[in-house]
């Protein structure tokens, strides 16, 4: 399985992106994709996540309202749309995470989102 994270960049603050992450090799649906992300000197942290079966979402207290995870079955992909303030500077990183015993993790690149004040 391979992840391929994309669509960061430099906005403004209240500015819009939408990262996308496309998944390949899956064969299995038994996975929940999450969007992490790590600014620097900090660790990294959950942002949102979505099960591929269930469409089930959650998102961390601080981008609730702001943040949208969705995904594409047709493409193979998840988004997350994001409406932003300087705080989420960070770099995002997509995520399979396996929920079954044949499933295993696997992570994309980072992509960097930088937001100005």
């Known amino acids: 399985v391979q992840l391929q994270a994309f669509g960061g960049g430099f906005v403004q603050a209240w500015g819009f992106l939408r990262l996308s992450c496309v998944v390949s090799?899956?064969?299995?649906?038994?996975?929940?994709m999450g969007w992490f992300r790590q600014a620097p000197g900090k660790e990294r942290e959950f942002v949102a996540g979505i099960n591929w079966r269930t469409c089930t979402t959650s998102y961390r207290d601080s981008v609730k309202g702001r943040f949208t995870i969705s995904k594409d079955n047709a493409k193979n992909t998840v988004y997350l749309q994001m409406n932003l303030k300087p705080e989420d500077t960070a770099v995002y990183y997509c995520?399979?995470?396996?929920?079954?015993?044949?499933?295993?993790?696997?992570w994309g690149q980072g992509t960097l989102v930088t937001v100005s004040s």
């Open positions: 090799g899956r064969t299995s649906s038994n996975y929940y």
């Open positions: 995520a399979a995470l396996g929920l079954g015993s044949s499933e295993h993790n696997y």
